[in-house]
């Protein structure tokens, strides 16, 4: 293990004359200990090592001497100490104790990375599986810009009826309990890279694409095979195309997010299941409007009378989320990370109720002598 320690004065020519020097020795230490050193000095090396490195940096501060490191850091972080609350008010984040900084990376900045990563992952997400049929519908009306999903349906999706869930996973997330993050910093290690790169966006990318692929296809084939009648004889138009391919999407999308949520609280049922209860009623009350809406009046009424509809969501659903499904329990099972195995064995190892303050006592086999009482 080494360290290095450097003061002020020679801290000023060391950033002067061989700064890239003073930056490899430093990478190659377990630990740099800058003393007697200025405010510039301060924020001369963390901007040296944030250009330097690439990395991101963090600053911690309590007094007004180290504002200017705090705010060159890419993450500054202020304690309310006896110097003041300028650090503080100059930070992003600003604790009582030095000791919360532990929390505050661990628990909070985990928790953070998760959920930011799973809210611009789904956004992207969602609007590439229910969109990208418009694409392969172009293909099929002659480039004529006819829309296959009627107009108040698709500008309803991101601000109702998609926009609770994100929301709360946004805010709810957890992977892990908050005791186990503290007591396993490898848990924070495994995901200090970040979760948003080519990786996880690829897989995203790819789950959306061969979900809009069976959304459009699977209904195209549904169609095109068997005609669907009304009580009358007459077949269904473009709107009840539309809306059985937008109805699988919303679907297979709410449902998505629901393999992907990890904490389950009340809040979350509500907004995921009421989510898919408020489209089904959305959609009812568009139906009706026929000054407003003429070119979807009555078509949900006709949709929810149709006996095939209620197979036919389903079973597009399933073939969406089918392979999504296998892949996690064939990952999970074969090759687990470090927070799955955290995960199992905190869900495994929790004492059940009747298992509590159990108590070993010893009884007498002998028949002829009396049990004596034990407490």
């Known amino acids: 293990h080494i360290s290095m320690v450097i003061d002020g004065d020679s801290l000023i020519f060391a950033l002067a004359k061989c700064s890239k020097t003073l930056l490899k020795l430093g990478r190659k230490c377990e630990s740099v200990v800058c003393c007697r050193t200025s405010p510039l000095q301060k924020a001369s090396v963390v901007r040296l090592v944030k250009k330097g490195t690439k990395e991101i940096t963090l600053a911690v501060g309590d007094g007004a001497n180290d504002v200017a490191m705090i705010q060159v850091a890419n993450i500054g972080v202020g304690i309310f100490g006896k110097e003041g609350t300028q650090a503080a008010r100059s930070s992003d984040y600003g604790i009582r104790l030095f000791k919360h900084l532990k929390r505050l990376i661990f628990v909070h900045g985990r928790y953070s990375m998760i959920r930011n990563s799973g809210l611009i992952l789904y956004s992207f997400y969602k609007n ?160 009706l409007l026929l000054v407003q809406i003429p070119n979807f009046y009555y078509v949900a009424n006709e949709f929810y009378s149709t006996p095939n509809a209620y197979f036919f969501v389903p079973a597009i659903v399933i073939i969406c989320l089918l392979p999504d499904y296998t892949l996690k329990y064939v990952w999970r099972q074969h090759f687990p990370t470090y927070w799955q195995i955290l995960q199992e064995q905190y869900a495994f190892s929790k004492p059940k109720v009747h298992e509590i303050n159990t108590e070993p006592h010893n009884e007498q086999t002998d028949l002829d002598t009396p049990r004596e009482n034990t407490q």
Not at 137 to 162: H, K, P, R
Not at 209 to 231: E, P, S
Not at 236 to 264: D, Q
């Open 128 to 287: 590439l599986a229910v969109f990208i049929p418009l694409f392969w519908f172009s293909f099929y009306c002659g480039w004529s810009a006819q829309t296959l999903y009627e107009d108040w349906v698709m500008a309803f999706f991101n601000v109702t009826i998609t926009s609770l869930p994100p929301f709360l996973l946004s805010l709810l997330e957890k992977d892990i309990k908050e005791e186990i993050i503290e007591e396993n910093p490898k848990a924070y290690q495994e995901i200090s890279k970040g979760l948003l790169n080519a990786k996880h966006f690829l897989r995203w990318t790819l789950s959306a694409a061969w979900h809009c692929f069976v959304i459009y296809f699977g209904t195209f084939l549904f169609w095109h095979n068997r005609q669907v009648l009304r009580d009358n004889g007459h077949t269904y138009g473009l709107r009840m195309f539309g809306l059985y391919a937008y109805t699988a999407g919303v679907f297979t999308v709410l449902l998505k997010i629901c393999l992907e949520t990890n904490h389950w609280v009340w809040i979350t049922h509500l907004g995921y299941w009421g989510s898919m209860v408020g489209y089904l009623f959305l959609i009812f009350i568009e139906n």
